[in-house]
């Protein structure tokens, strides 16, 4: 079976990541950091906002079973990406909206994708659309967060639901 990457960042990337976790055809995940300037940089060093990267979601997905566009259409889906540095409470650059695309194809496709949701948004949309870099894994505790502690979401309700 051949299998393909992907990288995103939508704000917290414990979200981020159980929602692909559960996507049919995504065989693992993992959450980090990319898209900075530090070597092996540690969460707290992340949150400070200094080293340049974004809490992502690193995924190996089969594109048999789910293709690089439905994962960019969940993206899309996952976050507001008209928000810039920011998702519901989490505020900082790392918390940006980006896709680290892992070749001309899906920089092309991603490309399309934020076009198209900028018009779903009647908005801008902010989604960096750039290479991916070096992906550091997060710390351990980070992998698999809310599964870990039984939860689903970690979703802030909105007022309307």
Same mark, same amino acid.
């Given at each position: 079976?051949?299998?393909?990457?992907?990288?995103?960042?939508?704000?917290?990337?414990?979200?981020?990541?159980?929602?692909?976790?559960?996507?049919?055809?995504?065989?693992?995940?993992?959450?980090?950091?990319?898209?900075?300037?530090?070597?092996?940089?540690?969460?707290?060093?992340?949150?400070?906002?200094?080293?340049?990267?974004?809490?992502?979601?690193?995924?190996?997905?089969?594109?048999?079973?789910?293709?690089?566009?439905?994962?960019?259409?969940?993206?899309?889906?996952?976050?507001?990406?008209?928000?810039?540095?920011?998702?519901?409470?989490?505020?900082?650059?790392?918390?940006?909206? =980006?896709?680290? !695309?892992?070749?001309? @194809?899906?920089?092309?496709?991603?490309?399309?994708? &934020?076009?198209?949701? $900028? #018009?779903?948004?009647?908005?801008?949309?902010?989604?960096?659309?750039?290479? =991916?870099?070096? !992906?550091?894994?997060? @710390?351990?505790?980070?992998?698999?967060?809310?599964? &870990?502690?039984?939860? $689903? #979401?970690?979703?802030?309700?909105?007022?309307?639901?």
């Amino acid at each position: 079976m051949a299998t393909e990457q992907a990288t995103f960042a939508a704000g917290c990337f414990w979200q981020v990541e159980i929602e692909f976790a559960n996507t049919p055809g995504v065989l693992s995940t993992e959450v980090g950091y990319t898209g900075g300037t530090a070597e092996s940089p540690s969460y707290e060093e992340v949150c400070t906002g200094r080293t340049g990267h974004a809490e992502a979601v690193h995924l190996t997905f089969d594109p048999d079973e789910v293709s690089y566009g439905e994962l960019l259409d969940i993206f899309f889906k996952l976050h507001d990406p008209t928000q810039m540095n920011r998702q519901g409470p989490d505020v900082g650059h790392q918390y940006r909206s =980006a896709i680290f !695309f892992h070749s001309p @194809e899906q920089e092309r496709e991603a490309i399309a994708a &934020k076009e198209r949701a $900028a #018009t779903e948004h009647r908005s801008p949309v902010v989604t960096e659309v750039v290479p =991916a870099e070096h !992906f550091w894994p997060a @710390e351990d505790y980070h992998q698999r967060y809310l599964e &870990k502690r039984g939860l $689903a #979401t970690c979703r802030v309700p909105s007022a309307t639901a």
